[in-house]
């Protein structure tokens, strides 16, 4: 037909006049087919059917549903457009979705074969035809683009959600392993008390005996002549202070040289003998075998005084342990006024004593008033920064305690000489799961320095961190009344 339109010429009109203009053509093609009216829910094509014929629909809407996993999910009803059927029956393939009248339809039937003699005995019908399809597969098309960008929308906030939730199941992880700890730090400081209670008499009983010893030793030497030596040596390793090293080998040589044995030299110096004259006035005038005699005779005495010294020295330490263990483990389920900061600092320095050998300790404690905290939960503090400040320096270093009074109350410096923390990791070593040793970043239980903070904050207190090479600091202010309703955690 020379007459007619551009293939396209409906792009320039609205999508419901070249509908209109589409079912004008296709009657005046077709003779006016007959008007079929499809009742609302009723199934034009069920997936997987075949097809043979299409839908043209003049009123009423449809809607294009897939069962996925058991539930029906539409993914056109909108969009569906006018023509039903067409791609499917175009390239012969069976129904890709199930389609449902969503309300009274009416509509025009064709076959291929219709569709095909129309189409070719009407090229305005074809324009008009392509225009209708085209704009139908451009709604479904636009309709794919958004459900595929909603789809990215809701992956997105499926993963932060995700990640929410995985949060949020670590941080109640690790609070579950908070109270994990504190309950087994409760739990063994009632054993700690128990047990320092339970040391205490045994230790004085030890250290009454030794202090009876000394005193019946000592009369017994005296009973045996006021001028005998052995009494001289029983004090003198009762109270002689240690002898360094290079002392001692400047005494060995000395006195080899007066003697003219090393051997007898190192029995002299190891009784404290040290010099010629006191030779001399103890040993003079002595053979070899009266020599013999009385320096087996004045090592059995100092040895007696040397075992009393140490008895009377580890009841001591014992002692002053389990002071320390009584006092750091006292109970913490009241706030205690009046505690010293320096105190609790020196009870921990003391228990970690093992883990500071080779570290030197400075302690640089100015005055400071008493505050009022949970002393147990504060100790804890004390305990995990200089356990954390122990451990980074390997054996070797220097560990720096400072405290001094500050108008928010009190500030307490940990400082070491360990590797530095890396600038960018300052703001999360705080953070559960994160943890540092040897200036490396690890990802573990991570609840010491959290811990810490969680108590210096319950308190009202704050704790900050600084560190470069050499110099690591951590800092505790805590004021001297804690904030009103503090209970304990």
Not at 93 to 107: C, I, K, N, R, S
Not at 433 to 442: I, Q
Request: glycine share 10%.
């Amino acid at each position: 037909m020379d007459g007619a339109p551009p293939l396209f010429f409906g792009a320039q009109m609205s999508g419901a006049e070249a509908e209109r203009r589409m079912i004008v053509e296709v009657d005046r093609t077709l003779s006016s087919p007959a008007r079929t009216i499809v009742p609302a829910g009723t199934r034009l094509l069920s997936l997987g059917d075949p097809v043979d014929r299409i839908w043209i629909v003049l009123d009423g809407q449809v809607q294009l549903t897939r069962t996925v996993d058991g539930r029906e999910v539409v993914f056109h009803e909108r969009t569906a457009g006018r023509l039903v059927g067409l791609l499917a029956m175009a390239r012969g393939e069976p129904a890709y979705f199930d389609t449902t009248a969503v309300t009274d339809l009416t509509t025009i039937t064709l076959t291929l074969e219709d569709l095909d003699r129309a189409l070719r005995g009407n090229p305005v019908l074809e324009s008009y035809f392509i225009t209708v399809l085209l704009r139908s597969l451009a709604r479904r098309h636009l309709r794919a683009v958004e459900l595929r960008v909603e789809v990215d929308r809701l992956n997105r906030d499926l993963a932060a959600d995700r990640d929410r939730l995985e949060r949020a199941l670590a941080d109640l992880e690790a609070a579950q392993a908070q109270m994990v700890e504190q309950a087994s730090m409760a739990t063994l400081g009632r054993l700690a008390a128990g047990i320092g209670h339970e040391l205490n008499n045994p230790i004085a009983a030890i250290q009454r005996a030794a202090d009876f010893l000394t005193e019946d030793l000592a009369a017994l030497v005296e009973s045996a002549g006021a001028d005998a030596p052995a009494g001289r040596f029983l004090q003198r390793a009762l109270t002689r202070p240690p002898v360094s090293t290079r002392d001692e080998r400047e005494q060995r040589r000395v006195m080899a040289e007066h003697v003219g044995d090393d051997d007898l030299a190192r029995r002299l110096v190891a009784v404290g003998v040290g010099d010629s004259s006191e030779f001399e006035a103890v040993f003079g005038g002595l053979d070899a075998a009266h020599l013999e005699e009385a320096l087996a005779t004045v090592e059995r005495y100092h040895g007696l005084g040397t075992s009393l010294r140490n008895i009377r020295s580890a009841a001591a330490r014992i002692g002053g342990l389990t002071g320390s263990l009584r006092s750091y483990a006292r109970p913490g389920r009241e706030l205690t006024p009046g505690i010293d900061v320096r105190e609790g600092i020196e009870e921990t320095l003391l228990l970690l004593g093992h883990e500071l050998r080779g570290i030197e300790v400075i302690r640089e404690y100015d005055d400071v008033p008493g505050i009022t905290v949970f002393a147990g939960q504060v100790n804890q503090v004390w305990t995990n920064l200089i356990h954390n400040a122990a451990r980074e320096m390997g054996g070797a270093g220097t560990l720096t305690v400072r405290t001094a009074a500050v108008p928010e109350g009190v500030r307490v410096e940990v400082a070491d000489t360990g590797p530095a923390i890396a600038p960018e990791h300052l703001e999360e070593v705080f953070d559960m799961h994160f943890t540092t040793h040897g200036g490396r970043v690890d990802f573990g239980l991570g609840l010491g320095l959290r811990l810490c903070k969680d108590i210096v904050a319950r308190h009202g207190g704050s704790i900050e961190v600084e560190s470069e090479p050499g110099d690591t600091r951590f800092i505790v202010t805590l004021p001297v009344e804690p904030p009103e309703g503090l209970e304990v955690s």
